[in-house]
């Protein structure tokens, strides 16, 4: 065990590791929290109707009967750009889901539609040497491309796919649209994974074969996550713990309306930057295989041998990792305070040592930090556009989402989506009842 899961484990004062639940089949898509009625709410209150409509549509366009799928978005709490470094993460999925329903075919092809894009495509099983296409398809593609390679026969099949997710909001849909491919193509083919095998090899499609060089903290998320609970997960060994949050705070994620893309973009430059930070430290520190090895004071030793901004996104990296452990503390203890002061330096340090935020997800956190209820603001996931994630005491929640909606009208003139989303399970089939 290295120093931080050992550090992890006295602060918890039980083993890492806990067996998690499974998700559990046969959720029950989708209560909202809190009484903010905004658009979003309105459409998540509907969307426990999904799956059966889903079918429904499904027997119309292609005949017979569909079982249905889904895999959830997720916001992290804080554990920023650390999971490709080996670090540490605290994400939670969210009542937001993608919904796939699923049909054997005939023929050794795949018909994928988007009912949201109102856009097919048609994957061959048989395709030799796969590319991807630059579509969203490449998603589903690429998780059969990876099921092959693991080894799995898949059949033939109809995909009607639905997602109550934005796309490039940094809640990882493309992430819940490859868990959600991979439960469906292997219940459909008669095959089944464990969750973490199959979170990792969704990372293996989107790595591999889409071409954005991600961590595994949003398929881990859309495979294993429990409800009320965060996930603390250790990405090194991918030991992980289910973690409650406080039952009086309420998750609110802000959307921006700033969309981001992230194959080939500026992560992809972040991830390099963080492997050069590693090259050239390692020419110092003999011993250190990714960030996750590297202290502060050791950093801050090697300051002058390494690019300014380099040694900047080795410094957030590092000091987001210790900001994870003191945010674990701050949850066992319930120590709000503490909790909402790892928030906003966590979003000080992507703004400026690891330069992935912008104006937008600057001024959303800024105005959430001025209003009522608040106990900590930060932007969540990528960077570049995309959502903030706010910790809010349950009974100021509407009070909060109006003030934040109407200052971010004012400051940008654009019209921000807000949802309120509990801590959700991961993916499963939904059952029909
Ligand atoms: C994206 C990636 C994740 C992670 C976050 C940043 O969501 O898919 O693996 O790196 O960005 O924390």
Known sequence: MDRDAAYLASVLGIGFCEP????????????????????????QKSESAIPEKLAERFAARYGGEARVFCAPGRVNLIGEHTDYNDGLVLPAAIDSYIWIAVGLREDEVLEVCSENLQQEAQISLNERNPRAKKKWSDYVQGVAVMLHAAGIHLRGANLLIHSGLPSGAGLSSSAALEVSSALALLAISGQSLEPLEIAKLCRRAENDFVGTRCGIMDQFAACLGRAGHALLLDCRSLEYRALPLPPNLTMVICNTMVKHEHAGGGYNTRRAECEEGVRLLQRKLPGIKALRDVSLPELEAHQRDLPDSVYRRCRHVVTENTRVLSTVTALRDGDLTALGKNLAASHRSLRDDFEVSCHELDVMVELALRSDGVLGARMTGGGFGGCTINLVHTERVNAFCESVSTGYQQATGKIPDIYVSKAGAGAAEIVQR
């Not at 998690?20 to 009625?37: D, K, Q, R, V």
């Open 20 to 43: 998690m639940l499974l998700p559990e089949a046969g959720l029950s898509a989708s209560e909202s929290t809190g009484s903010f009625e905004s658009d979003s709410m309105t459409k």
